[in-house]
């Protein structure tokens, strides 16, 4: 259960900075059972609302699909099923739209635009928005591990790569240079993330989750024919990639990538080269 806690209290923190929008929201909510002249579609509207809240902030159901989300890093996104912004706006017109006298409407027009604006949290604060490095708006990593591999392949001649890299650098290089090729399947299979399996085991090791305490990511790059690999230093992978004969081409802000000569491509043979490109 500390775990669970753990992901909702992060996700409270990336989507409501200063609570101020959960607030609006339930009183949204409170507004639309409270009123006396209720359509159809409003009771949908907010029971949906609750049952999802009531379901997302649930420690049982976040520990049953914590793995699905990046291992909870992403479950924030399961809040996008909630349309909050309808839910205010449409509460705030039916508010300001109530039988009364202009002067009330327009007060009330302003209070609630009013706290909207002071609620929210400006995207151009220092904290919250980031200056790009770069214009395909990447981290410096997976660009500079896209160059230094295709320096290497065009300094060693061989046009063969794989790499072998976390989860986050291997999607992000896909959007930049298909050349660069991947192993793995996009069909998501749970039952095979667990460290007693040899996927799991891997999956775990080349995201940060657990040590490579059996010296297996050689061997795994032997046996899905993976030649490259980006990871941050404190991996501590270096010692056995270093037994197996791989070639360090990269060490700087704590980021190494190695490269295998030995390993070739077999699998798909012929199919990738220079000049196929």
Known sequence: MEKAFGIITRMMGQVYPTGFYLYYTVAAVCYLFLKKKKTE???LLAAYSVIMYALIFMPVFTLIVWRFLRNGGVYWRLLWMIPYSILIAYAAVELISAPGKNI???SAAFIITAGIVLGGTCVYRQDVFQVPTSREKLPQITLTAVSVINENAEKTGNPYKRLCAPVDILCQVRQVDATILQSGERKLRPE????SSPTGYYYQIMNGMIKDTKKRIAKYMRNNEMNYIVFPKSYGFSRTLHLSRCEKI?????WQIWYNPYITNTQHEGEYS???W
């Open 41 to 43: 579609s409003t009771r």
């Open 104 to 106: 009330l409407k327009a």
């Open 192 to 195: 095979r993330l667990d460290s």
């Open 250 to 254: 990269y060490d700087l802000d704590g």
């Open 274 to 276: 220079f000049t196929a």
